[in-house]
């Protein structure tokens, strides 16, 4: 079965310091990750995704995520946070494409001036 | 571009009541639905999923239905609401040419 383990249910950061989020899997295929950005009773807005090629992806808002195999893990970054990046982050993994999506519990990013 | 379309936006029914929300698609033809439930702290749980009309598959037991009588219009339906149902919802169409799952706006349910 597939899983998603993100680390940190909060992460504070001041505005200008780097966005570190973190995302590890359990597949046992390979996976295509996915990381959405929630913001106060809202939908989800896909950030990113993984399915195959170059390992590091760039998606909206500045943000990028690195698939590293050996290690199982997405990790979400962003060189300088923005107040308008307050909100929460999750983490989701599907089967290659061919599964429902598995969500992590989410992250939520607090940026302080 | 895919827009998914919820409402109501909010929801306040008393326990035992029966629940009815819906959600449509515009933007893309036969793409596959899902019914998630979002409650504090648990994430999302994905409750229903339909790769097409009449096709239904529960994830979670519980006593909600869900339902698809046309192809872009998903309904999530429920005889006798518990306190335990409170929470916000939300419906999602996956694009199945790029894997890309599009959420609406949510529901937000209060059970009283």
């Known amino acids: 079965a597939q899983s998603v383990t993100q680390l940190g249910s909060h992460v504070s950061v001041s505005e200008g310091a780097l966005v570190l989020l973190r995302c590890n899997y359990s597949s046992s295929v390979p996976p295509y990750l996915f990381w959405y950005v929630q913001y106060p009773n809202q939908g989800l807005q896909l950030l990113l995704k993984y399915t195959t090629g170059a390992t590091l992806v760039k998606g909206i808002n500045g943000f990028e995520a690195e698939f590293k195999k050996s290690e199982t893990s997405f990790h979400l970054t962003k060189p300088s946070a923005h107040m308008s990046d307050a909100a929460e982050y999750f983490c989701?993994?599907?089967?290659?494409?061919?599964?429902?999506?598995?969500f992590g519990k989410g992250t939520m990013l607090l940026v302080s001036p | 571009s895919q827009t998914i379309h919820q409402w109501p936006a909010t929801l306040v029914q008393p326990v035992g009541s029966p629940l009815s929300l819906e959600c449509t698609v515009e933007?893309?033809?036969?793409?596959?639905l899902y019914w998630y439930r979002q409650a504090a702290g648990r994430g999302l749980q994905l409750l229903f999923y339909?790769?097409?009309?009449?096709?239904i598959s529960s994830e979670v037991p519980q006593n909600l239905s869900a339902s698809r009588p046309q192809d872009r219009q998903f309904i999530l339906s429920s005889k006798k609401l518990l306190l335990s149902d409170s929470g916000f919802y939300l419906c999602?169409?996956?694009?199945?040419?790029?894997?890309?799952?599009?959420f609406g706006p949510g529901t937000r349910l209060t059970v009283t």
């Open positions: 999602a169409a996956e694009v199945i040419a790029n894997y890309e799952q599009y």
């Open positions: 339909s790769v097409g009309i009449g096709q």
């Open positions: 933007g893309t033809s036969n793409p596959n």
């Open positions: 989701a993994v599907s089967f290659s494409g061919y599964s429902t999506l598995t």
